[in-house]
Each structure stands twice: as structure tokens, then as C-alpha cells.
């Protein structure tokens, strides 16, 4: 197939790619007022209707509220994905949006699972570390999250295996004391059953069907630092935007 160039997309289209960013990053928080549309119009050298367009795509995305008083970073019922932690980490320092918080359920070393031993690369009940967490905010359960990383970690950062909330969470304290960082990642959609030790945590009943998302993780060497499977909160919701 013969190369083709590559157009920039609509002005309107850059200005929401923006903002989006700057949100997903952390760089903008909840309840920050975004520019006026003026200031976005001037700033960006368009039409003030242009900078409108771009602002309505980011509201129509469930990104921000407008209101008389202005525009608002406003994420609404948007999932935070273990993926989005990570990046809110990186940029940010922190892998909470704000009003989230965490409580750690378990964390030990526990034989690995046929599904969790062929994730990680490793024989079936090999040691691995097991952390469990639930994450919530004010509307209640954003998602009952479980790691797996391999039982070596424990060697190198023993909190991993604690009850202990992890100021730079399992990204950070991995690639601290043991040089591997996650540089690649591939997301799984899917619906899963909810199994009894998860239902009491998510407030959904034994067997029913809720909206999973599965994460491997790979560092700089190709191997497999970390496979997590997410159950969301009821009411939630994910979302991802792309050029087309």
C-alpha cells in the first residue's frame, strides 16, 4: 500500500486533544476552570466558534461542565484504569483522582493461578505477589483491583507484600528498587462473572456479570512485571478517543 500524508486534524479537533491531555495527565484536576473561550480563541489564533467547537467536543466526551460561570474539568462517572494511574503518576505524582482513596484488602504471596503463571511467564504455583485493593470515591466503588507480579519483587521491596497503601504504587516502587520500568501495556475489555471474594468488595451479587479490565505490563526488556484484572463499580463507564 502506497504511503500517504498525513493531514492535521481540524483546529477544533487540536484544541479538544488539548485539553483532553492535560486532563487524563493530571495536569488539569477536578473542578479546575479551563480558559475562557476568549483566552482559548486568542491564545490559539482561531475563531472564537472554533474554540467553542472544541470545548463542546470535550463536553460531549463527559470531560468538563459548562455552566455560566465557565468551564469545568468535570470527569463525571469516568473510570480511572490502572493504565491511567500510571500515567497520573508519572506526570502528576500521584495515581488518585481527587476525592479517590484506597483500601488495601490483602497482600501476600500466594501460588500462582494457571491464568496468572502463563501471564507472568511462570511455572504453575510459582510464588507471586498477590495484592488486592478496593478503590472509591464519593459515588462509592470505582473498582476492586488484584495484581499479580512475580514473588522476587517481595526480595527487593518487601511492601509489596504488606497491608500497606504504596505512595508510588506498584509501578513506582517496582521500578525503584528494581530497575524495570513498565514501558508497554495491553488492556482487555471483557465481562466477568464476580466471584464471592470479590462480590462483598464490589456490592454486586455472587455470579453476576460486571465489566473487567485486564492490564499485562511489560518493562524495557520485554518481560512481564505485572498482570491486574480490574472489576469496575456499577454506573461507570470507559471511554477512549482516537484520530480516525
Known amino acids: 500500500m502506497a504511503p ?6 481540524p483546529p477544533f479537533v487540536q484544541i479538544a486533544d488539548h485539553f483532553r491531555q492535560m486532563i487524563i495527565d493530571g495536569v488539569l ?7 475562557s473561550i476568549a483566552a482559548i480563541s486568542e491564545e490559539w489564533g482561531v475563531a472564537t466558534a472554533t474554540a467553542a467547537k472544541g470545548i463542546k467536543q470535550l463536553q460531549a466526551e463527559g470531560y468538563v461542565r459548562s455552566s455560566t460561570q465557565g468551564t469545568f474539568v468535570d470527569l463525571g462517572a469516568k473510570q480511572t484504569t490502572g493504565a491511567d494511574r500510571l500515567q497520573m503518576l508519572r506526570v502528576g505524582g500521584t495515581g488518585f483522582r481527587p476525592g479517590e482513596r484506597v483500601e488495601i484488602i490483602s497482600a501476600g504471596l500466594v501460588p500462582a493461578p494457571v491464568e496468572v ?5 511462570l511455572a504453575e ?6 495484592r488486592r485493593r478496593r478503590y472509591l470515591d464519593d459515588d462509592g466503588v470505582v473498582a476492586v483491583s488484584t495484581s499479580w507480579l512475580p514473588g522476587e519483587f517481595a526480595d527487593s ?5 504488606t497491608l500497606e497503601p504504596l505512595p508510588k504504587m506498584t509501578f513506582g516502587l517496582v521500578e525503584e528498587r528494581t530497575g ?5 501495556r495491553r488492556d482487555v475489555v471483557s465481562l466477568r462473572p464476580v ?7 464490589l456490592d454486586a451479587p455472587v455470579g453476576a456479570l460486571a465489566l473487567t479490565m485486564t492490564n499485562h505490563y511489560w518493562d524495557q526488556h520485554g518481560s512481564v512485571t505485572e498482570y491486574a484484572i480490574d472489576f469496575l463499580g456499577a454506573d461507570r463507564h470507559l471511554s477512549a478517543e482516537c484520530d480516525v
Open 157 to 161: 521491596a518487601p511492601e509489596l507484600i
Open 117 to 121: 503463571a502463563e501471564a507472568l511467564g
Open 4 to 9: 500517504r500524508v498525513r493531514r492535521e486534524p
Open 195 to 201: 466471584s464471592a471474594e470479590v462480590a462483598h468488595l
Open 29 to 35: 484536576a477536578a473542578d479546575v476552570k479551563l480558559p
Open 180 to 184: 524495570r520500568r513498565a514501558v508497554r
Open 125 to 130: 504455583e510459582a510464588s507471586v505477589i498477590r
